[in-house]
């Protein structure tokens, strides 16, 4: 017979449900009507997607280009042939996955299982590449990797007498493996930290070692993490924006979806094609999640249990094995991390033209930090996040408590619903809500997002960084023992007095960890900031403002200065939260901002 819920806890389960159908599902799914009712209605000839620009059946271009100069080094240009904007984007997340899985499963094995002088900092500094510096750092990769005077180019031009440089999508997939291989070797590392130390014992008397070890026990337990991990650099890759603007990249889908919807004065005016591309990336970032997800739990892993467990052994290589771990990470290391330190030095250089910036400076940051424009757009992101993190706080709590506690026959959707946000592309519920709420009744009101896009910045970062709140919520409630609550019920005490009195005290450090992350990310949002953000500049947050300095310097200029300017003062803010979280409050979390 099922269990009969008393009020507060169905509101409870009524809410979370109501506030996700309300600003998730009911987005996507008007997302997917629209384009079929007008497919329908107009006849649609939906071969047309099958064409130029969207594929090519004839790549254009070339994957590499070689010019043979007669003074100075030759050149050689690496790049990839264009097939259309569906074609490069699914090559273009696909080799950065293949690659940033490669790199972040390798970087994760080498730190969990040697030890070595210098590894914990080695860990740390791996970890750069994920605070989010938008856009400013695909340009620093392009002054490094993508000019024929870059860094690279003179390198190579000086050693070997050919300039070798990325332009086109390879520049791309070399700029977005640079952003992401980081998440595969967070989540990596956290499942092979987790293995069972006796299992590899065992593995070892049995005659296992080295390689096949690895190959056979640690790579096949850590497969949940290393998925895990490909999964969201594949979602992330299909939905960055930064690569292919530095690199001049028309033709791929995030490109393609933001410039429809800012150059659209209404909603009718966006077309067809550009609502199915929206299509094409929700569908694949939920077919990823819903594969994982299935495919994770239909498998068992042998990890750590509580209490027990002796300490996990690291191994001590040979003096050629050390040697060679510090030959393969730090050039990688250094590599990774130098999009990060380039943002500082393009904020605070003169110029950046040739090889090396040129000059010192505070200037940029003086103009910033008296713009006008730049300081609204600090205010409203500030207040946006703010309102945010109050709604993510309601979310957090009620999801959370449903889930864990209340154990319903809808605890797996709603916990479904609360975490698969974090892995949608913003673009496509940004399209969601124009669609949604771009109407003849709304017009002109305070729910048109075409005059007040505020509201709609709110609920979309909300809906899109809640799951931080949520999880941190989760990690408290696992913590607390349930019989804390049931004492005070027994004693007469309502459920909501002792959600209120006791439940949200003893899980305060937890939520309030969250609840910084889902502020710090709201901050530095990018998909929904720039496409809703950009609706209405009175009311455009921060991220908008640094889009249109990249966008307006293309290729590189004064502009992209004052971007890493402010992009600067996002890192710091960044790096704050994450340390007062990481060391005051005790708590461990990857910061992933997208």
Do not use: C
Not at 12 to 24: D, E, M, Q, R, S
Not at 270 to 289: E, G, K
Request: hydrophobic share 50%; no cysteine; aromatic share 10%.
């Amino acid at each position: 017979m099922p269990r009969r819920l008393d009020p507060s806890a169905l509101i409870f389960t009524a809410f979370p449900l109501a506030f996700f159908t309300l600003l998730l599902i009911a987005p996507l799914a008007l997302l997917l009507y629209k384009p079929l009712v007008t497919l329908v209605s107009i006849d649609y000839p939906l071969g047309g997607l099958l064409d130029y620009p969207f594929v090519s059946k004839r790549p254009l271009g070339s994957h590499f280009k070689y010019i043979d100069l007669p003074t100075g080094p030759d050149k050689l240009i690496i790049s990839l042939k264009d097939y259309g904007v569906i074609v490069n984007t699914v090559i273009v997340a696909t080799l950065v996955t293949l690659f940033s899985t490669i790199v972040g499963t390798a970087a994760a094995l080498l730190t969990s299982s040697y030890y070595f002088p210098g590894r914990d900092v080695v860990r740390i500094v791996m970890m750069l590449p994920l605070l989010y510096t938008p856009f400013v750092n695909a340009f620093v990769v392009y002054n490094l990797f993508g000019k024929d005077n870059g860094v690279l180019a003179s390198i190579t031009g000086s050693l070997f007498g050919v300039s070798v440089y990325f332009q086109g999508l390879a520049g791309v997939i070399l700029t977005q493996t640079l952003m992401f291989w980081p998440i595969v070797y967070v989540n990596a590392f956290a499942s092979m930290v987790q293995i069972d130390p006796s299992l590899k014992e065992q593995a070892e008397n049995l005659g296992a070692r080295g390689l096949r070890l690895h190959r056979t026990v640690t790579l096949p337990l850590a497969m949940p993490g290393i998925t895990a991990g490909a999964a969201l650099v594949f979602i992330f890759s299909m939905e960055d924006l930064a690569a292919p603007i530095a690199f001049r990249v028309d033709n791929v889908i995030s490109r393609w979806i933001v410039n429809e919807i800012l150059a659209s004065p209404s909603v009718e005016e966006i077309s067809v094609d550009t609502l199915i591309l929206a299509l094409i990336l929700v569908s694949t970032a939920s077919l990823w999640f819903v594969t994982v997800k299935r495919y994770l739990s239909l498998r068992q892993y042998a990890m750590l249990q509580k209490g027990g467990v002796r300490e996990r052994r690291l191994e001590e290589p040979g003096p050629l094995a050390k040697a060679l771990i510090y030959l393969i990470l730090i050039p990688w290391i250094l590599v990774s991390i130098s999009p990060q330190l380039g943002v500082v030095v393009y904020a605070f250089s003169e110029s950046w033209i040739g090889t090396v910036p040129q000059g010192l400076t505070l200037d940029h940051m003086r103009e910033v930090l008296s713009d006008g424009r730049v300081v609204n757009a600090f205010r409203n992101s500030v207040t946006y996040a703010l309102l945010a993190s109050i709604i993510s706080i309601v979310i957090a709590v009620t999801t959370s408590y449903s889930v864990e506690r209340l154990r319903t026959r809808l605890s797996e959707p709603l916990d479904v619903l609360a975490t698969i946000p974090i892995a949608l592309p913003g673009l496509a519920l940004a399209l969601g809500f124009l669609i949604m709420f771009s109407t003849d009744f709304t017009k002109g009101t305070i729910l048109d997002p075409y005059e007040f896009p505020a509201l709609f910045l709110v609920l979309a970062y909300s809906v899109r960084k809640s799951p931080f709140a949520t999880r941190a919520a989760f990690a408290g409630l696992k913590h607390l023992h349930k019989s804390l609550e049931e004492a005070a019920m027994n004693l007469g005490a309502r459920r909501l007095r002792v959600i209120r009195d006791i439940t949200v005290p003893l899980i305060g450090i937890n939520l309030l960890g969250g609840v910084l992350l889902t502020f710090v990310y709201s901050v530095t949002e990018v998909s929904t900031s720039i496409t809703i953000g950009g609706l209405n500049e009175d009311y455009s947050p921060i991220t908008y403002i640094i889009y249109d300095y990249v966008t307006g310097g293309y290729g590189g200029g004064a502009f992209v200065h004052l971007a890493a300017s402010i992009v600067v003062i996002l890192m710091a803010i960044q790096v704050a939260a994450i340390t007062f979280v990481n060391v005051a409050l005790k708590q461990r979390y990857a910061f992933i901002g997208v």
